[in-house]
């Protein structure tokens, strides 16, 4: 299967819910969806075949004003879709981080929706255990992968200050 | 009864069962919580808290993180070439592995491939890694069960292993062997050889390993029909590696997803269909055989062929003559200045590999800087970690140090 082609299943599949999709690099498919199906995404996609999460990223745009939540889903019983990885983005606003759960479509994001949640302070409503995995919960508070917290890293050897 | 155990500073302490050296409190009726780690006879650096009613297991959960050291958020303030040796940190018995999708994953943003050479050393270092990190994983699993032949003996063989990859390398542990655009070495003189004896003495070890340890009837009865994980739940939860093959599952990157020269290899993937902790030792034994396999066709490879650059040309065509001369001479190319200052263009890259342990996963964006945007990283303990939460309720105590060495679980990898 050509990535067009499943591009192409996908888009039959989701029918309204796509945004935009794009294919990076040949064997990973971006398609942006609304917060507001992303339930109803994720079960037609585990019924396709996508049946567990391979990761779980949130991307901070401080600029731009808002998070882009990535579910990337991979297949393991398909060898077909195997080879692909795709991910469902949504954006939700920076300034109120709340977003559904998929951990009763999807077991395997429960420990990675709490990373996000103890990395990005990301509220995702209706998970059962919602609290740090990695991290202490006063280090935590301080939400670490948002743009915002700045590590102050040793100087570039290469840096041309003017 | 999820989300309940919280333990905060004043509640340590307390030892209502009066075990030594262990927390434990009374929550209930006939219901005790006993907290496990972080500090245990194996690898360490991870806590289960377990709530037992009377021997049984009734709940699990696993406390990661004492040693996450924020390596998300590093990347983002370093260079991109300085990832490499910042990500090899997760597993550096297994290092090559770890790194080696990054690398891919800023090629693939760049454009460019390594050349042929290359590619076969990488499989090179990522197979003896690969039978490194399992023999280390067979120690930690010989210490739980108690059997100190099988810590003694798998770990003066990894020696055989990881003293090939110094000599490779020039490192024992964290090679920082694949960089974009190639490696950094080629083999030495004389290497295939010694390679193929280790391949040799590795065989006969694994059927003395069989006869002490796997076919062992106390190991066993500890083993069989302990920590069953069913096909579907193994799917569900996205186990991965060697777990997820042992229990009926054919899966592995380097099948699924071919990268470097894997595709022109020869060699098989194991399956076992009864996904418990005793299927998964003989599964990392088979595992050990494939991976012989195809060292000993990486070998023959790299004695038909001559010496050729291991590094793209994109990077090569910038090295002084000085550096050509090195590399003409002893097989080392030294890396140019070019990485120090590289600009990977802006997009998004996923790559993925196999590691020992299973799949671990990259996500990688760039925004046309010269330090990555974003990475996320996923690997392949930190998924497995789902098996204490799930699998461990309703197995005895006693089984949990079965579970968790048939698991390979490795902290440091999952807490990244």
Not at chain 1, 139 to 160: G, M, Q, S, W, Y
Request: net charge neutral; glycine share 8%; with cysteine.
């Amino acid at each position: 299967m050509s990535p067009e082609e499943l591009v192409e299943r996908i888009k039959s599949l989701l029918g309204e819910f796509v945004k935009d999709v794009k294919i990076w690099k040949n064997d990973y498919i971006e398609v942006e969806v609304d917060k507001e199906n992303i339930e109803e995404v994720a079960k037609r996609m585990k019924e396709f075949g996508f049946d567990h999460v391979k990761d779980l990223t949130v991307v901070d745009y401080m600029k731009e004003g808002f998070f882009r939540i990535i579910y990337n889903l991979g297949s393991y019983d398909n060898f077909e879709l195997s080879y692909y990885i795709v991910g469902i983005a949504y954006n939700i606003p920076r300034d109120k981080p709340v977003t559904k759960t998929l951990y009763y479509t999807y077991t395997s994001a429960d420990f990675q929706e709490r990373e996000a949640y103890e990395a990005f302070g990301i509220i995702f409503e209706g998970h059962p255990d919602l609290r740090p995995v990695l991290l202490s919960p006063p280090v935590a508070e301080l939400k670490p992968l948002r743009k915002d917290f700045v590590v102050k890293e040793d100087p570039e050897i290469i840096t041309k200050k003017k | 009864m999820s989300g309940i155990i919280r333990t905060q500073g004043a509640q340590v302490g307390f030892n209502d069962l009066k075990l030594p050296g262990m927390w434990s409190r009374k929550i209930g009726k006939d219901l005790y919580e006993i907290f496990i780690g972080p500090q245990h006879p194996g690898s360490g650096h991870m806590r289960i808290v377990i709530r037992v009613d009377g021997d049984v297991i009734v709940e699990a959960d696993p406390d990661m993180g004492y040693v996450h050291r924020t390596m998300e958020k590093l990347s983002e303030v370093r260079t991109w070439i300085k990832g490499i040796p910042l990500f090899e940190r997760m597993a550096i018995h297994d290092a090559c592995n770890v790194t080696l999708p990054y690398v891919r994953a800023v090629e693939k943003l760049m454009d460019i491939e390594a050349p042929e050479r290359a590619k076969y050393l990488r499989v090179l270092l990522c197979e003896i890694n690969r039978i490194a990190a399992f023999l280390y994983g067979f120690g930690i699993f010989g210490v739980f069960l108690g059997h100190s032949t099988m810590y003694m003996w798998p770990f003066g063989d990894r020696e055989v292993w990881v003293e090939l990859a110094e000599w490779l390398t020039g490192a024992r542990l964290t090679h920082s062997y694949p960089v974009f655009g190639g490696v950094r070495r080629d083999v030495p003189a004389g290497f295939t050889d010694a390679l193929r004896k280790a391949i040799r003495y590795m065989r006969k070890r694994l059927e003395d390993y069989r006869k002490i340890f796997v076919d062992n009837p106390v190991i066993r009865a500890r083993l069989e029909g302990v920590g069953v994980i069913p096909k579907n739940l193994a799917i569900e939860l996205g186990i991965t590696g060697p777990n997820l093959r042992a229990s009926g599952v054919k899966y592995d990157v380097r099948l699924n997803h071919p990268y470097e020269v894997y595709d022109q290899l020869d060699f098989e993937i194991p399956v076992f269909q009864e996904g418990d902790a005793y299927a998964r030792v003989w599964q990392r034994v088979e595992e050990i055989k494939q991976s012989l396999n195809i060292l000993e066709q990486v070998a023959d490879w790299l004695d038909k062929h001559p010496r050729t650059p291991i590094l793209h040309d994109k990077f090569w065509k910038t090295a002084p003559p000085l550096y050509k001369k090195i590399f003409e001479e002893t097989g080392r190319a030294k890396l140019g200045a070019v990485y120090a200052i590289m600009k990977v263009p802006a997009g998004k890259a996923y790559e993925r590999a196999e590691t020992a342990r299973g799949e671990i996963s990259y996500y990688v964006e760039s925004n046309g800087g010269n330090k990555p945007y974003r990475i996320r990283i996923h690997s392949a303990s930190a998924r497995n970690a789902l098996v204490y939460k799930y699998i461990v309720p309703g197995h005895r105590v006693m089984d949990l140090p079965a579970i968790y060495g048939s698991i390979d679980y490795f902290p440091p990898e999952a807490d990244r």
